[in-house]
C-alpha cells in the first residue's frame, strides 16, 4: 500500500486535489470528517470537549456548538493545543482503522490540514502540499466563506507557515491559477509517479530494478539528493528502523545517500522488512553490504545496509 500525506493551508485548494484523488480511485481519509464524527453527539470526544470547554459549547439539541468552540480556539492558541489533544488521538484511531482495510497496491491519501503542526510527515512515503498565495488565500475565505478579514488571518495564523509546509512536501502542487491547471498537475502525479511506486511497492521491488545490476547501481547511487529532500529521508528511515540500527553519514559524495547499520543483536532480515515498509528495497547485486533503493520512481538516491561486523 501507498501511504500519501495531503496537507495545505485553509484555502489553499487541499479539498480540490482530495476530491480529484478520490475520483482517481485512491482510498481517501478525511481528517476532518473524522474529526466531526469523533465529537458527534453523545461520544466520548465530545463529553471531553465539554468537560474542559463547558457546556456553553453545545447547541440546544445536544450537538457541539463549532462556531463558538472555532471562535475560542483559534483566537487563543492554548486553547488550541488543549483541544487537539483531545481530538487527535480519536482521529488517528479512527484513520488507522480504515487504513487497516487497505489492500496491497491500494494508494491511502490521508487528508490532514495539520499534518505538519502534528509532525506526521515521516509516517508517509510522500507528502503531497497544496499551495496558494496568501492574497488568493484571504479572497477566497473572505469571499467564498464570509469570513471578515481578522478571522481569516487568524486561522492562517493557527496554521503552519508556508516555509514550514515547503519543509515537509515532497510534491506541491500550485493552486493559484485555474482549476484545470491543478488538477492537470496531480494528473501527472498520479499517472506518471504514484501508480508505478505503488506497483513497486506491491511486488516489493525498487523502481530502479533492471536485468543489469551494474547499470542500476552506477545510475542510481550517482544522484545526490537536496537537503530538504535528505532531511525528510532520515526521518522517514528514524522512523522505519527505530533503536535497531545506526544510521550514519554517506562514505563519499556520490555514494549511498546514508548507510544504515545494524544494532547489536538485530538481525538483517528484520531491518530489511524494516526498511520495505519505507519503501527502499534492495538491488540486485553481490558483495558483503547490500544497496537498497526507492520504490519511488521520483526518487533515485540510494542507501546501504552495512555487512554484519565479523
Keep these: 500500500m501507498l501511504s500519501l500525506g495531503l496537507t495545505g493551508g485553509i484555502a489553499s485548494g487541499k479539498s480540490l486535489l482530495s476530491a480529484r484523488f478520490r475520483d482517481l480511485g485512491a482510498l481517501v481519509i478525511d481528517a476532518d470528517q473524522l474529526a466531526r ?68 497496491g491500494t494508494i491511502v491519501v490521508q487528508d490532514i490540514p495539520l499534518l505538519v503542526e502534528t509532525g506526521q510527515g515521516p509516517a508517509f512515503h510522500l507528502v503531497v502540499v497544496a499551495q496558494a498565495p496568501l492574497e488568493s488565500r484571504l479572497r477566497r475565505m473572505m469571499t467564498d ?94 522512523l522505519a528502523v527505530g533503536a535497531s540500527a545506526e544510521i550514519l553519514p554517506p562514505r563519499s559524495a556520490h555514494g549511498p545517500v546514508f548507510v544504515i547499520e545494524a544494532a547489536r543483536g538485530t538481525s538483517r532480515g528484520s531491518l530489511l522488512a524494516a526498511l520495505a515498509t519505507a519503501g527502499y528495497f534492495p538491488l540486485p547485486q553481490g558483495g558483503g553490504s547490500t544497496l537498497l533503493a526507492s520504490a519511488d520512481p521520483g526518487q533515485h538516491a540510494t542507501i546501504e545496509l552495512a555487512a554484519a561486523p565479523l
Design 37 to 104: 464524527e469523533v465529537v458527534a453527539p453523545d461520544s466520548p470526544g465530545l463529553r471531553a470537549v465539554v468537560e474542559h470547554f463547558g457546556a456553553g459549547m453545545l447547541l440546544a439539541d445536544g450537538a457541539l456548538n463549532r462556531s463558538a468552540l472555532g471562535a475560542m480556539v483559534f483566537s487563543d492558541k492554548a486553547q488550541l493545543v488543549a483541544l487537539n489533544a483531545i481530538t487527535h488521538p480519536l482521529v488517528r484511531e479512527a484513520a488507522t482503522a480504515l487504513k487497516s482495510s487497505a489492500g496491497p
Design 145 to 238: 466563506r464570509g469570513m471578515s478579514y481578522e478571522d481569516a488571518m487568524a486561522r492562517i495564523g493557527a496554521q503552519a507557515s508556508d516555509e514550514q509546509r515547503m519543509s515537509a512536501a515532497d510534491v506541491v502542487i500550485v493552486n493559484d491559477g485555474t482549476r484545470e491547471d491543478a488538477l492537470g498537475a496531480l494528473d501527472a502525479l498520479w499517472f506518471d509517479r504514484l501508480v508505478p511506486f505503488a506497483v513497486n511497492l506491491a511486488a516489493g521491488i525498487p523502481a530502479t530494478a533492471s536485468p543489469d545490476a551494474s547499470t542500476v547501481h552506477a545510475a542510481a547511487a550517482s544522484v545526490p539528493l537536496e537537503e530538504g529532500a535528505r532531511d525528510r529521508l532520515l526521518a522517514r528511515l528514524h
